[in-house]
Each structure stands twice: as structure tokens, then as C-alpha cells.
């Protein structure tokens, strides 16, 4: 599972994975930087401490991937 959205700090855009096959759980930053992370659950933590919709272009593309990630939270896997 990935999103990219776009945020107002950086020309490039925020980049979260959720990839359990390969065990890779990252966010690259708008500024190029980077979180990583050992579980899905930690990240989804990080992104709802860390990142406010009014940070981002799209607003609406955020909150789907918030309901998206609660959705993995339940099932622990996306459909």
C-alpha cells in the first residue's frame, strides 16, 4: 500500500509505504527526508501524531488514506 500526497512545505510529495511482503514501512518526507519503521502499527502512529490535514493540497486525499490505514488497523491487511 502507497500514497503520495502532496504537501504545501515541499515540491515534492510525501510518500508513505506499507509494503509486508518485503517488510518495508517508510514515509519520505516532502523535505527528502525519511521515517522507517518495524511495523505497520508504528507508522500508523507516527503519521497520526505527526501530520495534520491542513498540511496538505488535497485534504480530502489525506483523510482517505487515514481511513485506508485505520482499515489495515482493523484487518491487518488491504484489500
Given at each position: 500500500?502507497?500514497?503520495?500526497?502532496?504537501?504545501?512545505?515541499?515540491?515534492?510529495p510525501v510518500?508513505?509505504?506499507?509494503?509486508?511482503?518485503n517488510g518495508?514501512?517508510?514515509?519520505?518526507?516532502?523535505?527528502?527526508?525519511?521515517?522507517?519503521?518495524?511495523?505497520?502499527?508504528?507508522?500508523?502512529?507516527?503519521?497520526?501524531?505527526?501530520?495534520?490535514?491542513?498540511?496538505?493540497?488535497?485534504?480530502?486525499?489525506?483523510?482517505?488514506?487515514?481511513?485506508?490505514?485505520?482499515?489495515?488497523?482493523?484487518?491487518?491487511?488491504?484489500?
Amino acid at each position: 500500500m502507497e500514497f503520495s500526497l502532496c504537501s504545501f512545505d515541499g515540491a515534492l510529495p510525501v510518500e508513505i509505504t506499507i509494503d509486508d511482503d518485503n517488510g518495508r514501512y517508510t514515509i519520505r518526507k516532502s523535505d527528502r527526508s525519511g521515517e522507517y519503521f518495524n511495523s505497520p502499527n508504528e507508522l500508523i502512529q507516527w503519521v497520526k501524531t505527526h501530520f495534520r490535514e491542513e498540511e496538505f493540497c488535497h485534504p480530502q486525499e489525506f483523510r482517505g488514506m487515514l481511513e485506508k490505514l485505520a482499515e489495515y488497523e482493523v484487518n491487518g491487511f488491504y484489500y
